[in-house]
Protein backbone atom coordinates (compact mmCIF):
# COMPACT_ATOMS: atom_id res chain seq x y z
CA UNK A 1 0.00 0.00 0.00
CA UNK A 2 1.48 3.20 -0.73
CA UNK A 3 1.34 5.84 2.32
CA UNK A 4 1.79 9.53 1.57
CA UNK A 5 4.73 11.12 3.42
CA UNK A 6 4.59 14.68 1.95
CA UNK A 7 1.76 16.42 0.56
CA UNK A 8 1.17 19.96 -0.58
CA UNK A 9 -1.96 21.80 -0.32
CA UNK A 10 -2.99 24.73 -2.27
CA UNK A 11 0.43 26.05 -1.90
CA UNK A 12 1.02 29.52 -3.62
CA UNK A 13 3.79 32.09 -3.54
CA UNK A 14 4.24 35.38 -5.49
CA UNK A 15 7.90 37.26 -5.63
CA UNK A 16 6.32 41.16 -6.31
CA UNK A 17 4.26 40.79 -9.60
CA UNK A 18 5.73 37.37 -10.31
CA UNK A 19 3.28 34.54 -9.59
CA UNK A 20 5.78 31.75 -8.78
CA UNK A 21 3.11 29.34 -7.32
CA UNK A 22 -0.27 29.01 -7.84
CA UNK A 23 -2.38 26.56 -6.05
CA UNK A 24 -0.06 23.85 -5.84
CA UNK A 25 -1.36 20.22 -5.58
CA UNK A 26 1.43 17.44 -5.14
CA UNK A 27 1.62 14.44 -3.18
CA UNK A 28 4.43 11.97 -2.64
CA UNK A 29 4.63 8.69 -1.50
CA UNK A 30 6.79 6.49 0.62
CA UNK A 31 9.81 4.93 -1.46
CA UNK A 32 8.94 6.36 -4.81
CA UNK A 33 10.75 8.43 -7.06
CA UNK A 34 8.82 11.33 -8.02
CA UNK A 35 9.92 13.17 -10.89
CA UNK A 36 8.85 16.94 -11.83
CA UNK A 37 9.17 18.25 -14.88
CA UNK A 38 8.71 21.63 -16.27
CA UNK A 39 10.36 24.93 -18.19
CA UNK A 40 12.91 27.10 -16.68
CA UNK A 41 11.06 29.26 -14.52
CA UNK A 42 7.54 27.51 -13.87
CA UNK A 43 8.59 27.08 -9.97
CA UNK A 44 9.75 24.05 -9.22
CA UNK A 45 13.01 25.16 -7.50
CA UNK A 46 10.46 27.52 -5.82
CA UNK A 47 8.19 24.78 -4.27
CA UNK A 48 11.09 22.80 -2.92
CA UNK A 49 12.67 26.14 -1.02
CA UNK A 50 9.28 25.90 0.53
CA UNK A 51 9.63 22.19 1.15
CA UNK A 52 12.94 22.92 2.98
CA UNK A 53 11.74 25.95 4.62
CA UNK A 54 14.23 28.62 2.97
CA UNK A 55 11.04 30.79 2.13
CA UNK A 56 7.53 30.68 3.05
CA UNK A 57 4.53 30.23 0.75
CA UNK A 58 1.56 32.92 1.14
CA UNK A 59 -0.70 30.58 1.42
CA UNK A 60 -1.92 26.85 1.71
CA UNK A 61 -0.53 23.95 3.73
CA UNK A 62 2.74 21.83 4.00
CA UNK A 63 1.61 17.62 5.49
CA UNK A 64 4.25 15.34 6.71
CA UNK A 65 2.74 12.46 7.68
CA UNK A 66 -0.63 13.44 7.18
CA UNK A 67 0.34 16.49 9.89
CA UNK A 68 0.19 19.88 8.99
CA UNK A 69 3.36 21.49 9.65
CA UNK A 70 5.58 24.77 9.19
CA UNK A 71 8.45 24.21 7.69
CA UNK A 72 10.18 27.80 8.95
CA UNK A 73 14.09 26.87 8.59
CA UNK A 74 16.27 24.37 6.75
CA UNK A 75 17.55 23.14 9.85
CA UNK A 76 13.35 22.18 11.11
CA UNK A 77 13.56 20.67 7.62
CA UNK A 78 16.35 18.57 8.21
CA UNK A 79 14.51 17.48 11.42
CA UNK A 80 11.79 16.88 9.55
CA UNK A 81 13.35 14.21 7.74
CA UNK A 82 14.02 16.27 4.95
CA UNK A 83 17.18 16.49 2.49
CA UNK A 84 17.76 18.65 -0.43
CA UNK A 85 20.53 19.05 -2.61
CA UNK A 86 20.12 22.16 -4.88
CA UNK A 87 20.40 22.72 -8.40
CA UNK A 88 23.06 25.56 -7.37
CA UNK A 89 26.37 24.21 -5.88
CA UNK A 90 26.67 25.73 -2.58
CA UNK A 91 29.73 24.33 -0.95
CA UNK A 92 32.57 26.51 1.01
CA UNK A 93 35.38 26.08 -2.01
CA UNK A 94 38.09 26.83 0.71
CA UNK A 95 37.30 24.10 2.99
CA UNK A 96 38.03 20.31 2.44
CA UNK A 97 35.83 17.61 0.82
CA UNK A 98 35.13 15.69 4.29
CA UNK A 99 34.27 19.18 6.30
CA UNK A 100 31.68 20.08 3.51
CA UNK A 101 30.53 16.97 3.73
CA UNK A 102 30.43 16.51 7.29
CA UNK A 103 29.18 20.33 8.29
CA UNK A 104 25.71 19.26 6.91
CA UNK A 105 25.83 16.38 9.92
CA UNK A 106 26.59 19.03 12.56
CA UNK A 107 23.62 20.54 11.57
CA UNK A 108 21.77 17.99 13.02
CA UNK A 109 20.11 19.07 16.16
CA UNK A 110 21.91 15.69 18.59
CA UNK A 111 24.91 17.81 18.01
CA UNK A 112 25.83 17.67 21.72
CA UNK A 113 25.22 13.73 21.54
CA UNK A 114 27.33 12.93 18.44
CA UNK A 115 29.95 11.03 17.73
CA UNK A 116 32.38 13.08 15.65
CA UNK A 117 34.68 9.85 14.20
CA UNK A 118 31.36 7.91 13.17
CA UNK A 119 30.07 10.72 11.47
CA UNK A 120 33.45 11.65 9.71
CA UNK A 121 33.53 7.88 8.53
CA UNK A 122 30.14 7.90 7.50
CA UNK A 123 30.78 11.09 4.89
CA UNK A 124 34.01 9.00 4.00
CA UNK A 125 31.69 5.86 3.03
CA UNK A 126 29.02 7.61 1.07
CA UNK A 127 31.72 9.63 -0.41
CA UNK A 128 33.23 6.75 -1.97
CA UNK A 129 29.70 5.27 -2.90
CA UNK A 130 29.98 8.26 -5.40
CA UNK A 131 32.90 8.47 -6.41
CA UNK A 132 37.05 8.49 -6.08
CA UNK A 133 37.37 11.71 -4.61
CA UNK A 134 39.95 12.29 -1.93
CA UNK A 135 38.06 13.91 0.92
CA UNK A 136 41.30 16.36 2.48
CA UNK A 137 41.03 18.00 -0.83
CA UNK A 138 39.36 21.49 -0.92
CA UNK A 139 36.85 21.90 -3.17
CA UNK A 140 37.88 24.66 -5.13
CA UNK A 141 40.12 22.36 -6.40
CA UNK A 142 37.39 20.10 -7.76
CA UNK A 143 35.84 19.92 -11.10
CA UNK A 144 31.81 20.86 -11.69
CA UNK A 145 30.53 17.50 -11.77
CA UNK A 146 32.71 16.54 -8.76
CA UNK A 147 31.37 19.05 -6.65
CA UNK A 148 28.07 18.44 -7.69
CA UNK A 149 28.76 14.50 -6.36
CA UNK A 150 29.86 16.58 -3.01
CA UNK A 151 26.49 17.97 -3.10
CA UNK A 152 24.62 14.60 -3.40
CA UNK A 153 27.09 12.95 -0.64
CA UNK A 154 26.32 15.80 1.46
CA UNK A 155 22.38 15.29 1.69
CA UNK A 156 22.92 11.66 1.45
CA UNK A 157 24.67 11.41 5.39
CA UNK A 158 21.48 13.06 7.08
CA UNK A 159 19.29 10.04 7.18
CA UNK A 160 16.57 12.28 5.30
CA UNK A 161 13.19 9.98 4.72
CA UNK A 162 12.57 12.76 2.24
CA UNK A 163 15.09 13.49 -0.30
CA UNK A 164 14.80 16.21 -2.64
CA UNK A 165 17.06 16.27 -5.69
CA UNK A 166 17.14 19.42 -8.09
CA UNK A 167 18.57 18.65 -11.53
CA UNK A 168 21.00 16.88 -9.85
CA UNK A 169 22.42 15.19 -12.85
CA UNK A 170 22.84 18.36 -15.04
CA UNK A 171 26.54 18.52 -14.26
CA UNK A 172 27.20 14.77 -14.03
CA UNK A 173 28.65 12.16 -16.58
CA UNK A 174 26.58 9.19 -17.87
CA UNK A 175 28.47 6.81 -15.48
CA UNK A 176 27.98 9.05 -12.53
CA UNK A 177 24.36 9.56 -13.01
CA UNK A 178 24.00 5.60 -13.42
CA UNK A 179 26.01 5.27 -10.05
CA UNK A 180 23.52 7.80 -8.26
CA UNK A 181 20.38 6.15 -9.89
CA UNK A 182 21.56 2.77 -8.57
CA UNK A 183 21.89 4.52 -4.81
CA UNK A 184 18.18 6.43 -5.11
CA UNK A 185 16.96 3.31 -5.77
CA UNK A 186 18.61 1.40 -2.81
CA UNK A 187 17.07 4.46 -0.87
CA UNK A 188 13.64 3.76 -1.94
CA UNK A 189 13.90 0.66 -0.63
CA UNK A 190 14.99 1.65 2.54
CA UNK A 191 11.33 3.66 2.09
CA UNK A 192 12.63 7.16 1.51
CA UNK A 193 11.27 9.14 -0.92
CA UNK A 194 12.41 11.09 -3.34
CA UNK A 195 11.66 14.13 -5.32
CA UNK A 196 13.76 14.21 -8.61
CA UNK A 197 13.91 17.37 -10.63
CA UNK A 198 15.49 17.06 -14.42
CA UNK A 199 14.86 17.90 -17.72
CA UNK A 200 15.89 15.15 -19.36
CA UNK A 201 12.83 12.47 -20.03
CA UNK A 202 14.93 9.64 -20.84
CA UNK A 203 16.24 10.01 -17.33
CA UNK A 204 12.94 10.15 -15.83
CA UNK A 205 11.11 7.41 -17.69
CA UNK A 206 14.15 5.16 -16.77
CA UNK A 207 14.29 5.78 -13.15
CA UNK A 208 11.10 7.78 -11.70
CA UNK A 209 7.55 6.11 -10.55
CA UNK A 210 5.63 9.18 -10.81
CA UNK A 211 5.92 12.74 -13.13
CA UNK A 212 4.68 15.79 -11.85
CA UNK A 213 4.53 18.34 -14.56
CA UNK A 214 4.52 22.49 -14.17
CA UNK A 215 4.13 25.04 -16.27
CA UNK A 216 3.50 28.88 -15.10
CA UNK A 217 3.43 27.99 -11.85
CA UNK A 218 0.88 25.86 -11.64
CA UNK A 219 0.78 21.99 -11.35
CA UNK A 220 -0.91 20.69 -14.25
CA UNK A 221 -0.29 16.50 -14.04
CA UNK A 222 0.60 14.07 -12.29
CA UNK A 223 0.92 10.40 -13.90
CA UNK A 224 2.18 6.96 -13.42
CA UNK A 225 5.73 6.92 -15.41
CA UNK A 226 3.97 4.05 -16.87
CA UNK A 227 1.27 5.51 -18.14
CA UNK A 228 2.08 8.34 -19.70
CA UNK A 229 4.57 8.93 -22.50
CA UNK A 230 7.79 11.60 -22.72
CA UNK A 231 5.86 13.24 -25.94
CA UNK A 232 3.00 13.70 -23.38
CA UNK A 233 5.35 14.97 -20.54
CA UNK A 234 6.67 17.49 -23.09
CA UNK A 235 3.78 18.83 -24.73
CA UNK A 236 1.96 19.23 -21.32
CA UNK A 237 5.14 21.90 -20.23
CA UNK A 238 5.37 23.89 -23.25
CA UNK A 239 1.65 23.42 -23.71
CA UNK A 240 2.33 23.71 -27.34
CA UNK A 241 3.60 20.44 -29.73
CA UNK A 242 7.03 20.94 -30.43
CA UNK A 243 7.59 20.19 -33.87
CA UNK A 244 11.11 19.38 -34.27
CA UNK A 245 14.10 19.17 -31.75
CA UNK A 246 16.90 20.39 -33.80
CA UNK A 247 17.17 23.43 -36.97
CA UNK A 248 18.86 22.19 -39.89
CA UNK A 249 22.05 21.47 -40.62
CA UNK A 250 24.25 23.02 -43.12
CA UNK A 251 23.33 21.87 -46.78
CA UNK A 252 26.26 23.31 -48.62
CA UNK A 253 30.06 22.71 -47.89
CA UNK A 254 31.15 24.93 -45.08
CA UNK A 255 32.84 28.50 -45.92
CA UNK A 256 36.55 29.07 -45.07
CA UNK A 257 38.02 28.99 -41.90
CA UNK A 258 36.80 31.67 -39.34
CA UNK A 259 39.22 30.41 -36.51
CA UNK A 260 42.68 28.51 -36.97
CA UNK A 261 44.24 26.89 -34.55
CA UNK A 262 48.11 25.01 -35.30
CA UNK A 263 49.92 22.95 -32.89
CA UNK A 264 48.08 24.15 -29.52
CA UNK A 265 50.22 22.84 -26.67
CA UNK A 266 50.11 22.87 -22.62
CA UNK A 267 51.01 20.77 -19.84
CA UNK A 268 47.18 19.24 -19.94
CA UNK A 269 46.62 19.03 -23.66
CA UNK A 270 48.72 18.68 -27.04
CA UNK A 271 49.12 19.57 -30.88
CA UNK A 272 45.87 20.41 -30.71
CA UNK A 273 45.05 21.82 -34.40
CA UNK A 274 41.46 22.44 -35.91
CA UNK A 275 39.58 24.75 -37.94
CA UNK A 276 36.80 26.09 -37.19
CA UNK A 277 34.62 27.09 -40.65
CA UNK A 278 31.91 29.89 -41.75
CA UNK A 279 28.06 28.29 -41.94
CA UNK A 280 29.13 25.40 -39.40
CA UNK A 281 28.34 24.43 -36.07
CA UNK A 282 31.60 22.66 -34.73
CA UNK A 283 31.04 19.82 -32.00
CA UNK A 284 33.65 18.88 -29.16
CA UNK A 285 33.33 15.48 -27.20
CA UNK A 286 35.39 14.22 -24.78
CA UNK A 287 34.67 12.25 -21.17
CA UNK A 288 34.59 14.50 -18.51
CA UNK A 289 38.44 15.45 -17.95
CA UNK A 290 39.47 15.03 -21.45
CA UNK A 291 41.26 18.45 -21.67
CA UNK A 292 37.76 20.00 -23.65
CA UNK A 293 36.89 23.45 -21.63
CA UNK A 294 40.96 23.36 -20.96
CA UNK A 295 42.04 23.29 -24.58
CA UNK A 296 39.13 25.97 -25.50
CA UNK A 297 39.71 28.28 -22.26
CA UNK A 298 43.56 28.14 -23.23
CA UNK A 299 42.66 29.52 -26.64
CA UNK A 300 40.71 32.58 -25.57
CA UNK A 301 43.88 32.86 -22.45
CA UNK A 302 41.33 32.26 -19.69
CA UNK A 303 43.58 29.99 -18.25
CA UNK A 304 47.33 28.37 -18.89
CA UNK A 305 50.01 29.86 -21.18
CA UNK A 306 49.68 27.21 -24.35
CA UNK A 307 51.71 27.52 -27.36
CA UNK A 308 51.29 27.37 -30.70
CA UNK A 309 49.30 29.21 -33.38
CA UNK A 310 45.94 31.12 -33.67
CA UNK A 311 44.89 33.03 -36.75
CA UNK A 312 41.45 34.86 -37.18
CA UNK A 313 40.30 35.18 -40.45
CA UNK A 314 43.57 34.62 -41.58
CA UNK A 315 45.48 36.39 -39.76
CA UNK A 316 47.94 35.74 -36.57
CA UNK A 317 46.55 36.72 -33.54
CA UNK A 318 49.21 36.63 -30.12
CA UNK A 319 46.58 36.91 -27.58
CA UNK A 320 47.69 37.54 -24.09
CA UNK A 321 44.45 38.05 -21.34
CA UNK A 322 40.60 36.68 -21.87
CA UNK A 323 40.35 40.59 -22.27
CA UNK A 324 42.30 40.85 -25.59
CA UNK A 325 40.13 38.23 -26.93
CA UNK A 326 36.81 39.34 -26.41
CA UNK A 327 38.37 42.79 -28.21
CA UNK A 328 39.07 40.15 -30.95
CA UNK A 329 35.37 39.11 -30.87
CA UNK A 330 36.08 35.63 -29.11
CA UNK A 331 34.28 34.45 -26.59
CA UNK A 332 33.73 32.28 -23.72
CA UNK A 333 30.63 30.48 -22.18
CA UNK A 334 31.62 28.76 -19.08
CA UNK A 335 30.63 25.89 -18.21
CA UNK A 336 30.38 26.79 -14.36
CA UNK A 337 27.68 29.57 -15.01
CA UNK A 338 27.87 30.73 -11.08
CA UNK A 339 31.70 30.81 -11.06
CA UNK A 340 32.20 33.08 -13.98
CA UNK A 341 28.83 33.05 -16.16
CA UNK A 342 27.20 35.66 -14.61
CA UNK A 343 27.19 38.28 -11.80
CA UNK A 344 24.47 37.05 -10.18
CA UNK A 345 24.32 39.88 -7.44
CA UNK A 346 23.69 42.55 -10.27
CA UNK A 347 20.65 43.64 -12.46
CA UNK A 348 20.27 41.37 -16.23
CA UNK A 349 21.13 44.66 -17.31
CA UNK A 350 24.38 45.31 -16.18
CA UNK A 351 25.19 41.91 -16.45
CA UNK A 352 24.14 41.70 -20.17
CA UNK A 353 25.88 44.81 -21.33
CA UNK A 354 29.20 43.46 -18.80
CA UNK A 355 31.44 42.71 -21.87
CA UNK A 356 30.58 45.29 -23.78
CA UNK A 357 30.23 48.61 -22.29
CA UNK A 358 31.34 50.59 -25.51
CA UNK A 359 27.75 49.65 -26.72
CA UNK A 360 26.17 51.35 -23.33
CA UNK A 361 28.81 53.83 -23.04
CA UNK A 362 28.50 57.78 -23.49
CA UNK A 363 31.27 59.78 -23.50
CA UNK A 364 34.28 60.03 -20.20
CA UNK A 365 33.37 56.52 -19.90
CA UNK A 366 29.88 57.19 -18.22
CA UNK A 367 27.15 54.59 -18.47
CA UNK A 368 24.14 55.38 -20.23
CA UNK A 369 21.31 53.52 -18.47
CA UNK A 370 18.95 53.67 -20.96
CA UNK A 371 20.58 52.52 -23.38
CA UNK A 372 21.82 49.27 -21.04
CA UNK A 373 18.55 48.71 -20.67
CA UNK A 374 17.39 49.05 -24.36
CA UNK A 375 20.03 46.42 -25.16
CA UNK A 376 19.30 44.01 -21.79
CA UNK A 377 15.27 43.72 -23.00
CA UNK A 378 16.44 43.34 -27.21
CA UNK A 379 18.91 40.07 -25.87
CA UNK A 380 16.05 38.93 -23.69
CA UNK A 381 13.38 39.14 -26.18
CA UNK A 382 15.85 37.33 -28.94
CA UNK A 383 16.41 34.67 -26.02
CA UNK A 384 13.22 34.51 -24.32
CA UNK A 385 14.88 35.26 -20.81
CA UNK A 386 11.94 35.45 -18.35
CA UNK A 387 12.32 37.79 -15.62
CA UNK A 388 10.31 40.44 -13.89
CA UNK A 389 12.50 43.44 -15.80
CA UNK A 390 15.75 43.60 -16.89
CA UNK A 391 16.15 45.86 -13.25
CA UNK A 392 15.87 42.30 -11.47
CA UNK A 393 19.12 40.75 -10.02
CA UNK A 394 20.41 37.28 -11.90
CA UNK A 395 20.57 35.65 -8.32
CA UNK A 396 16.34 35.90 -8.54
CA UNK A 397 15.94 34.02 -12.18
CA UNK A 398 15.68 30.53 -12.62
CA UNK A 399 18.27 28.17 -13.20
CA UNK A 400 17.71 28.07 -17.16
CA UNK A 401 17.53 32.07 -17.46
CA UNK A 402 20.43 32.92 -15.76
CA UNK A 403 21.75 30.63 -18.25
CA UNK A 404 20.39 32.63 -21.24
CA UNK A 405 21.70 35.85 -18.95
CA UNK A 406 25.17 34.24 -19.15
CA UNK A 407 25.10 34.16 -23.39
CA UNK A 408 23.01 37.03 -23.73
CA UNK A 409 26.30 38.88 -22.68
CA UNK A 410 28.21 37.01 -24.92
CA UNK A 411 25.95 37.58 -28.03
CA UNK A 412 26.01 41.01 -26.81
CA UNK A 413 29.60 41.63 -27.89
CA UNK A 414 28.81 40.39 -31.56
CA UNK A 415 31.34 37.93 -31.52
CA UNK A 416 33.04 36.30 -34.14
CA UNK A 417 33.88 33.16 -32.63
CA UNK A 418 32.10 31.47 -29.87
CA UNK A 419 33.26 28.57 -27.62
CA UNK A 420 29.70 27.59 -25.93
CA UNK A 421 30.91 25.08 -22.93
CA UNK A 422 27.57 23.21 -22.06
CA UNK A 423 25.48 25.60 -23.24
CA UNK A 424 21.99 24.14 -22.64
CA UNK A 425 23.07 22.55 -19.52
CA UNK A 426 20.02 23.42 -17.09
CA UNK A 427 17.78 24.67 -19.90
CA UNK A 428 14.58 23.29 -20.68
CA UNK A 429 13.34 21.36 -23.76
CA UNK A 430 11.72 24.27 -25.16
CA UNK A 431 14.49 26.45 -25.10
CA UNK A 432 16.86 24.67 -25.71
CA UNK A 433 15.85 24.29 -29.27
CA UNK A 434 15.47 27.92 -28.78
CA UNK A 435 19.04 28.23 -28.44
CA UNK A 436 20.13 25.88 -30.94
CA UNK A 437 18.36 27.73 -33.41
CA UNK A 438 20.37 30.60 -32.69
CA UNK A 439 23.59 29.20 -33.00
CA UNK A 440 22.53 28.23 -36.15
CA UNK A 441 21.54 31.83 -37.17
CA UNK A 442 24.46 32.99 -36.13
CA UNK A 443 26.33 30.60 -38.11
CA UNK A 444 24.34 31.08 -41.18
CA UNK A 445 26.27 34.78 -40.42
CA UNK A 446 29.45 33.19 -40.29
CA UNK A 447 29.86 33.24 -36.85
CA UNK A 448 31.97 30.78 -35.87
CA UNK A 449 30.55 28.66 -33.59
CA UNK A 450 32.21 25.36 -31.25
CA UNK A 451 30.22 23.28 -28.49
CA UNK A 452 31.25 21.54 -26.01
CA UNK A 453 28.84 19.18 -24.63
CA UNK A 454 28.55 16.25 -23.07
CA UNK A 455 25.33 15.70 -24.23
CA UNK A 456 25.96 13.20 -27.12
CA UNK A 457 21.79 13.41 -28.98
CA UNK A 458 22.80 17.37 -28.67
CA UNK A 459 25.94 17.12 -30.69
CA UNK A 460 24.86 14.60 -32.56
CA UNK A 461 21.40 16.73 -33.59
CA UNK A 462 23.22 20.18 -33.95
CA UNK A 463 26.54 19.84 -34.90
CA UNK A 464 27.83 19.38 -38.97
CA UNK A 465 31.48 18.20 -37.94
CA UNK A 466 32.56 16.73 -34.45
CA UNK A 467 36.14 16.58 -33.07
CA UNK A 468 36.49 14.64 -30.08
CA UNK A 469 39.27 14.81 -27.43
CA UNK A 470 40.45 11.80 -25.35
CA UNK A 471 43.74 12.48 -22.59
CA UNK A 472 44.39 16.36 -24.20
CA UNK A 473 44.70 15.22 -27.88
CA UNK A 474 42.24 15.00 -31.14
CA UNK A 475 41.78 11.24 -31.64
CA UNK A 476 38.96 12.03 -34.30
CA UNK A 477 36.57 13.51 -36.30
CA UNK A 478 33.12 13.02 -37.58
CA UNK A 479 31.12 14.54 -39.81
CA UNK A 480 27.65 14.87 -39.88
CA UNK A 481 26.84 11.85 -41.91
CA UNK A 482 29.01 9.54 -39.78
CA UNK A 483 27.59 10.94 -36.32
CA UNK A 484 26.57 8.61 -34.33
CA UNK A 485 26.93 7.77 -30.24
CA UNK A 486 28.83 4.76 -31.05
CA UNK A 487 31.47 6.62 -33.33
CA UNK A 488 32.12 9.88 -30.86
CA UNK A 489 32.52 6.99 -27.81
CA UNK A 490 34.83 5.06 -29.45
CA UNK A 491 37.17 7.61 -30.47
CA UNK A 492 36.64 9.15 -26.80
CA UNK A 493 37.76 6.34 -24.80
CA UNK A 494 38.33 2.54 -25.62
CA UNK A 495 36.96 1.59 -21.89
CA UNK A 496 33.10 1.20 -21.81
CA UNK A 497 32.02 4.65 -21.99
CA UNK A 498 27.95 4.12 -21.31
CA UNK A 499 25.84 6.28 -23.89
CA UNK A 500 24.57 9.48 -22.65
CA UNK A 501 21.17 10.33 -23.93
CA UNK A 502 19.24 13.65 -23.30
N1 LIG B 1 13.96 35.22 -4.84
C1 LIG B 1 13.22 35.50 -5.90
N2 LIG B 1 12.88 36.77 -6.19
C2 LIG B 1 12.14 37.06 -7.29
N3 LIG B 1 11.67 36.14 -8.16
C3 LIG B 1 11.99 34.87 -7.93
C4 LIG B 1 12.78 34.46 -6.80
N4 LIG B 1 12.91 33.12 -6.83
C5 LIG B 1 12.25 32.69 -7.93
N5 LIG B 1 11.68 33.74 -8.59
C6 LIG B 1 10.88 33.66 -9.82
O1 LIG B 1 9.93 32.63 -9.67
C7 LIG B 1 9.74 31.93 -10.91
C8 LIG B 1 9.96 30.45 -10.69
O2 LIG B 1 11.35 30.19 -10.52
P1 LIG B 1 11.95 28.76 -10.16
O3 LIG B 1 13.37 28.99 -9.80
O4 LIG B 1 11.07 28.11 -9.18
O5 LIG B 1 11.85 28.01 -11.56
P2 LIG B 1 12.30 26.52 -11.96
O6 LIG B 1 11.08 25.80 -12.38
O7 LIG B 1 13.12 25.94 -10.89
O8 LIG B 1 13.18 26.79 -13.27
P3 LIG B 1 14.61 26.14 -13.78
O9 LIG B 1 14.27 24.92 -14.57
O10 LIG B 1 15.13 27.20 -14.72
O11 LIG B 1 15.46 25.92 -12.61
C9 LIG B 1 10.69 32.57 -11.90
O12 LIG B 1 9.98 33.50 -12.67
C10 LIG B 1 11.72 33.25 -11.02
O13 LIG B 1 12.30 34.35 -11.66
MG1 LIG C 1 15.11 25.43 -10.72
Redesign the pocket.
Known amino acids: MSQTVLEIRNVSRS??P?R??RDIKFDLRRGEIHAIA????????????IIDGI?QPDSGEILIDGRAVRVSSPSQAQQLGIGFVH?EIALCPDVSVAENIFMAATNQSNKFLMDTASLKNKARSVLAQLADIDPGILVRELSISNQQLVEIAKALTLDCRILIL??PTAALTEREAQLLFSIMRQLTQQGIAIIY?S?RMVEIFENCDRVTV?RD?QCIRTDKVSETTPEEVVNAMVGRKIESLYPPKLRKPAGPPVLQVDGLSDSRFRDISFALRAGEILGVAGLIGAGRSEIMRGICRLEGKASGHVRLHGRDLDLKSYAEAINEGIVYLSEDRKGDGVFLDLSVAVNVSALNLSQVSRSLGLIDKGAEIRLAEAMGRQLSI???GVG??V?????????KVALAKLLAVKPKVIFLDEPTR???VGAKSEIHKILRDLAEQGVGILVISSELPELIGLCDRVIVIAEGRITGELPAERLSEEAIMQLASNTGWQRRSA
Do not use: P
Open positions: FGVALGENGAGKSTLMNIQDEIHFGKTAQKSALSGGNQQGVD
